[in-house]
């Protein structure tokens, strides 16, 4: 997805959505999640920041997708990745 986010179509948001598809077809849980995190975001029932904490701890094991998403949000508003150490630091907790 080398799009930038000005240049977004329907078709690349189908792209990511079936590519978070395809990560979880075996945790169809998880991509239920997902859906319904879209869902709450549509229908205003959570905030842009509660958006990004479930996404994050979602796709906490692939960062392929927490990058993904970040086209998708708006300015300002990317989800960083963790650098390695406190990534390390959080897992010996």
Same mark, same amino acid.
């Given at each position: 997805?080398?799009?930038?986010? /000005?240049? *977004?179509?329907?078709?690349? @948001?189908?792209?990511? +959505?079936?590519? +978070? /598809? ?6 169809? =849980? !998880?991509?239920? $999640?997902?859906? !319904?995190?879209? /869902?709450?975001?549509? @229908?205003?029932?959570?905030?842009? $920041?509660? +958006? !990004?904490?479930?996404?994050?701890? *979602?796709? !906490? ?8 998403? /970040? @086209?998708? *949000? %708006?300015? =300002?508003?990317?989800?960083?990745? %963790?650098?390695?150490? $406190? ?7």
């Amino acid at each position: 997805m080398s799009r930038s986010r /000005n240049n *977004l179509t329907f078709e690349d @948001a189908i792209q990511f +959505v079936m590519e +978070v /598809n395809d990560t979880f077809k075996y945790k169809r =849980g !998880k991509f239920a $999640e997902f859906l !319904k995190i879209l /869902n709450d975001c549509k @229908a205003r029932r959570i905030d842009l $920041e509660d +958006v !990004k904490e479930r996404l994050m701890e *979602l796709f !906490k094991e692939h960062k392929y997708l927490l990058l993904g998403i /970040n @086209a998708f *949000l %708006p300015p =300002g508003h990317e989800i960083s990745l %963790p650098s390695d150490d $406190e990534q390390q630091s959080d897992d010996e907790e």
